[in-house]
Nanobody
Framework: VQLQAFGGGLVQAGGSLRLSCAAS????????MGWYRQAPGKQRELVAD???????NYADSVKGRFTISRDNAKNTVNLQMNSLKPEDTAVYYC?????????????WGQGTLVTVSS
């Protein structure tokens, strides 16, 4: 599975950005897709994910501000980020997992930088 992320950039605090990620390759067995982020000097953390059935999970820090959505037909996952804060500045990574029998594979996109200025 290959993941291609789009949509990062520079935005002022309070603004919005939309990240998109397209999956290709062995997409038929993808289960959960999501977004993680890593700020300088910090560990990578989950931002939001969504299962193939549409169950969403958000980090507490983004609840009410970010919305994750998924188009299973197009194999894309999007992250609408509103009311952005400087602490949202990070490299955002698209993520997908799939199961092949009992084995779980985790795939990562290349990362896209989001910078929120105060």
């Amino acid at each position: 599975v290959q993941l291609q992320a789009f949509g990062g950039g520079l935005v002022q605090a309070g603004g919005s950005l939309r990240l998109s990620c397209a999956a290709s390759g062995s997409i038929f067995s993808i289960n959960t897709m999501g977004w993680y982020r890593q700020a300088p000097g910090k560990q990578r953390e989950l931002v939001a994910d969504i299962t193939i059935g549409g169950t969403r999970n958000y980090a507490d820090s983004v609840k009410g501000r970010f919305t994750i959505s998924r188009d299973n037909a197009k194999n894309t996952v999007n992250l609408q980020m509103n009311s952005l804060k400087p602490e949202d500045t990070a490299v955002y990574y698209c993520n997908a997992d799939r199961w092949q029998g009992p084995i779980r594979y985790v795939h990562w996109g290349q990362g896209t930088l989001v910078t929120v200025s105060s």
